[in-house]
Nanobody, 119 residues
Framework: VRLVESGGGLVQSGGSLRLSCVVSGLDFSSAPMSWYRQTPGKERELIAAIRGPSERATYADSVKGRFTISKDNAKKTMYLQMNNLNPEDSAIYYC?????????????WGRGTQVTVSS
């Protein structure tokens, strides 16, 4: 299983970025997927998740209304559209996939992509 994030970079406050996560080696269409972010000295934070046949999306309060998670099953790619960015959004962003096997859920992570928002 391989997850590769891209799309990070440097952006000014108020700007936008779209992150991508390309997945291979996994049944992408059925896998629960999520985005996390982490800053130095802090725990990795769940910010958005998408799951189920209806692709129900949930968000952390800190990003609700500004970020949108989505999937393209044909491209095996998950996205995170980030709008109205502020310096507090600066972090390394990681995508995560779950392989569900009976009662077991196996997590897989990408290596992350850096997002830096300047004030």
């Amino acid at each position: 299983v391989r997850l590769v994030e891209s799309g990070g970079g440097l952006v000014q406050s108020g700007g936008s970025l779209r992150l991508s996560c390309v997945v291979s080696g996994l049944d992408f269409s059925s896998a629960p997927m999520s985005w996390y972010r982490q800053t130095p000295g802090k725990e990795r934070e769940l910010i958005a998740a998408i799951r189920g046949p209806s692709e129900r999306a949930t968000y952390a309060d800190s990003v609700k209304g500004r970020f949108t998670i989505s999937k393209d099953n044909a491209k095996k790619t998950m996205y995170l559209q980030m709008n109205n960015l502020n310096p507090e959004d600066s972090a390394i962003y990681y995508c995560k996939a779950l392989r569900v096997l009976l009662d077991t859920r196996l997590p897989y992570w990408g290596r992350g992509t850096q997002v830096t928002v300047s004030s």
